[in-house]
């Protein structure tokens, strides 16, 4: 029996998240939603669609008016409106009217592109997130966010808008590279540190079982942390004040992502991100310096940096600062006060900042 845990918005149950090992309960999931009488777009990368496109339209083959498969070039550089343009086209060939529904199949990138569609063909149609990366089912798939990068600019052009249901298999795990699993493992750390120490202590006890990807252990670790996200956003959907709790690590995380041209996975950066607000966390005496080391050290056995070589503290700062966390002139700072309990800093100063990015800046010892 598969665990499913409900998320709510404005205090009313909106949709669950289904845990579970495979696809075998995917059909009766979907039949609560009448597709017998729907057609069904799911909407795919060309990499995620060869690993598990087949098994997906073989589900749904004869269980509605019609299912059809679009797949996009994998990549972060797809997530744009050209890509949302392209699915428009193909669901008004298809005919898909507003009773119809999407199935967003992949990672964070085919999850917000699918929802902003979803979000805005014919003012609004159905979609399904059935998230198969470790970043995805920790993060994006979970709150409604959606959207499409602009210009440059990371998630510029979006809405909000939620899914009927998130389907979890964290059997899909196992096909991830190495990278991307400790992607998205930074997403759950994050989740640890903020909120939730006793969290944080069970991934520091289970790095063994988490690095094998066992099957229990991820079942375990995914569902703890969705709870904790849970908790977020259904206090704060729309992110007016403490969702903001959720960027622990990105302020500074977005800006060497954008340095080294989206070249590090994004949880690689949010793991530097996290171990400078962590050294400025201690320097605040918010956090003991024992505590700075252990969170700076957990991210070793989990394959994430802790340092880097070439960067150029000045250079990140100016980009931290063109990040879309500024509000007015003020960085909305994401800190520890300890472990389990994130706050909103706006006092961080660029000192701060650029003695913070020094700390992870890699230098070769001597001797
Ligand atoms: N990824 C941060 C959030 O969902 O708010």
């Known amino acids: 029996m598969n665990s499913r845990l409900p998320i709510l918005y404005d205090k009313k149950p909106c949709y669950d998240i289904v845990f579970a090992t495979d696809f075998q309960d995917l059909l009766s999931e979907l039949k609560a939603f009448d597709i017998e009488n729907r057609r069904i777009c799911v909407v795919t990368d060309s990499h995620v669609s060869s690993l598990y496109g087949e098994e997906i339209m073989d589900i749904l083959n004869g269980n509605c008016i019609k299912n059809v498969l679009y797949a996009f070039t994998a990549g972060e550089e797809q997530k ?48 399904v997130q059935i998230p198969t990366t470790l970043l995805a089912q920790a993060d994006s798939s979970i709150g409604g966010k959606t959207g499409v990068d602009f210009d440059g600019y990371k998630n510029m052009v979006g809405a909000f808008y939620m899914p009927k249901l998130v389907y979890m298999n964290v059997g899909a795990l196992r096909t991830l590279d190495d990278r991307q699993f400790f992607s998205g493992f930074a997403e759950i750390m994050k989740h640890g540190l903020i909120k939730d120490s006793l969290f944080y202590e ?39 004040g403490d969702r ?21 996975t994004h949880g690689e950066c949010v793991a530097l991100g996290m171990v400078a607000a962590a050294f400025i966390s201690w320097k605040h005496e918010w956090l003991s310096m024992e505590e ?13 940096p802790i340092s880097l070589e070439d960067i150029e503290p000045e250079e990140i700062l100016k980009l931290t600062k063109s990040d879309k966390k500024m509000e007015g002139n003020s960085i909305k700072f994401i800190l520890l006060k300890k472990v389990g309990k994130a706050l909103i800093d706006r006092t961080v100063t660029d000192e701060e900042i650029l003695n913070a990015i020094s700390e992870i800046r890699y230098v070769e010892d001597y001797e």
Do not use: C
């Open 202 to 240: 069970w991934l520091l006890d289970h790095m063994y079982e988490i690095n094998d990807r066992d099957t229990d252990t991820l079942l375990e670790m995914v569902e703890r942390s969705s709870k904790i996200k849970k908790l977020v956003v259904e206090k704060d959907p729309t992110e007016k």
């Open 244 to 264: 903001a709790l959720l960027n622990f690590g990105h302020t500074i995380g977005h800006a060497i992502e954008k340095y080294k041209n989206f070249a590090m």
């Open 80 to 127: 744009t409106l050209t890509t949302v343009n392209d699915i428009y086209a193909f669901l008004i060939q298809e005919q898909f009217d507003r009773k119809d529904l999407l199935i967003a199949l992949g990672g964070g990138v085919t999850g917000d592109i699918t929802g902003f569609t979803a979000a805005t063909y014919l003012r609004g149609i159905d979609f």
């Open 292 to 304: 700075y080391y252990e969170i700076r050290d957990m991210f070793v056995p989990f394959n994430l």
